[in-house]
């Protein structure tokens, strides 16, 4: 340890720019994080709106669509939500959104009776595209096709692969750019703090001749690394949370309600673990792989 706060103190210029690289390192893969989760909140929000409507015949008895929603609603663990909407609620919802329409209201006197079919609007938890369309082949089978007088999966089909595929998609994307990040990272690190490691290579050699161990020379170097990293962990640590606290308000509107401070918060250990490994983690195993090469005498 001694030997790393000597080093460290020794080469203060470099020792600032693998900390700032570290910094940086650490606030972009934080920053990706972050944008995966307002990502994730968004489509699953989008998700949420989709829904899939079966639409019963005007004699059907209630008793017979409990029945149907029961056996639905049994029908997968991903369907979260079945929920029954009577002729008379239906009109009661149309009513209200368009009272101040004359042109509807206008419409629902001259039809005389309620126009309105009893129905079942069902949500899934948007875990697979294909339990919607388990879904729909279920309530069109024969099993419940004397019931049902249309169900509007059909109409809904591409939305719903079109919101599956873009979530697919960034799933995709935010691995990759992960995985290009973290390579990167380790490149720039490596090659700064084997620019540090150059200037001990004497001392470095001298040791290995008068026979210390691989473990005594590569110490003071993985700590040293460490060191960096841990600084740079603290530094993003606190800017993040600074960063969502004040820019969260502000992204609420913008993201459909996503609260950032709020993920911040809930999130709190894993974005620590995620920030130590990419600072403290990376500075010391770039610093143990580089050392390496200066063993071999």
């Not at 639409?55 to 008895?61: E, I, L």
């Not at 040293?224 to 509107?253: D, H, K, Q, R």
């Amino acid at each position: 340890l001694n030997f790393s706060l000597t080093d460290f103190y020794r080469n203060k210029g470099i020792s600032v720019a693998v900390i700032f690289i570290l910094t940086v390192i650490t606030l972009l893969v934080t920053g990706l994080f972050l944008l995966q989760g307002a990502s994730h909140f968004l489509i699953e929000a989008v998700q949420n709106k989709i829904d899939i409507t079966a639409y019963f015949k005007a004699d059907v008895q209630e008793q017979d669509i409990l029945d149907v929603k029961s056996a639905i609603a049994n029908l997968s663990p991903e369907i979260k939500n079945v929920e029954y909407v009577s002729k008379e609620q239906a009109l009661d919802e149309f009513s209200q959104r368009h009272k101040n329409d004359p042109v509807f209201s206008k419409a629902l006197t001259e039809v005389g009776e309620n126009p309105f079919l009893p129905s079942l609007n069902i949500t899934t938890a948007g875990a697979d595209p294909f339990v919607y369309e388990q879904i729909s082949n279920t309530l069109e089978s024969d099993r419940f096709n004397s019931l049902i007088e249309k169900v509007d999966f059909s109409q809904k089909k591409d939305t719903i692969k079109k919101v599956f595929s873009i979530t697919s998609a960034v799933n995709k994307v935010g691995i990759g750019l992960s995985l290009f990040l973290i390579l990167v990272a380790a490149a720039v690190v490596f090659s700064t703090l084997k620019l540090m490691i150059d200037n001990s290579k004497e001392e470095i050699g001298i040791m290995r001749i008068v026979g210390a161990s691989n473990w005594f020379v590569q110490a003071p170097f993985v700590i040293e690394g460490a060191i960096f990293g841990f600084i740079a962990f603290i530094i993003c640590f606190v800017s993040t949370g600074l960063l969502a606290y004040f820019l969260s308000p502000g992204l609420v509107s913008l993201l459909a309600g996503f609260n950032l401070f709020g993920y911040f918060l809930s999130h709190f250990w894993l974005v620590a673990l995620i920030q130590l490994t990419s600072g403290a983690g990376l500075g010391a195993l770039c610093s143990f792989v580089a050392v390496r090469k200066y063993l071999r005498i």
